[in-house]
């Protein structure tokens, strides 16, 4: 695979931009929930969050903390490779039904954190 040809690359700048990636780096939530390298979330997973802004109080700032501050809470405590960290966070649906939210934690030396959902991956 060394000698291996590269046809085609898509860069985590280039996911940004087009916006398949949503960088959260510089949000107050982040900050503080303890990411001090860039992370960054899933179209699929940043649009949960927007679904549930004006259920029962829910706001962008308080979803997007509960996502920060699971994730960064499963990477200290989880054991095994941290490349890839499972983890769950409660949350109101569209139909104000407490859903857990199935999520992903991956870790890159190079571009930093992504949180995904597993078929994001």
Not at 12 to 38: C, H, M, W, Y
Not at 39 to 62: C, F, H, M, P, W
């Amino acid at each position: 695979m060394e000698n291996a040809e590269v046809i085609s690359s898509y860069s985590r700048a280039q996911a940004i931009e087009d916006g398949i990636l949503v960088d959260i780096s510089n949000t107050s939530e982040a900050k503080e929930a303890g990411f001090k390298i860039p992370v960054a979330l899933t179209r699929a997973v940043y649009s949960t969050i927007e679904e549930g802004i004006g259920i029962n109080g829910q706001d962008r700032k308080g979803r997007l903390w509960d996502i920060c501050f699971m994730a960064t809470r499963a990477f200290r405590n989880f054991q095994e490779d941290k490349h890839l960290v499972p983890f769950e966070v409660l949350m109101l649906d569209k139909d104000t039904k407490m859903q857990t939210l199935k999520l992903w934690l991956t870790f890159n030396e190079y571009e930093g954190f992504t949180i995904m959902y597993p078929e994001d991956y």
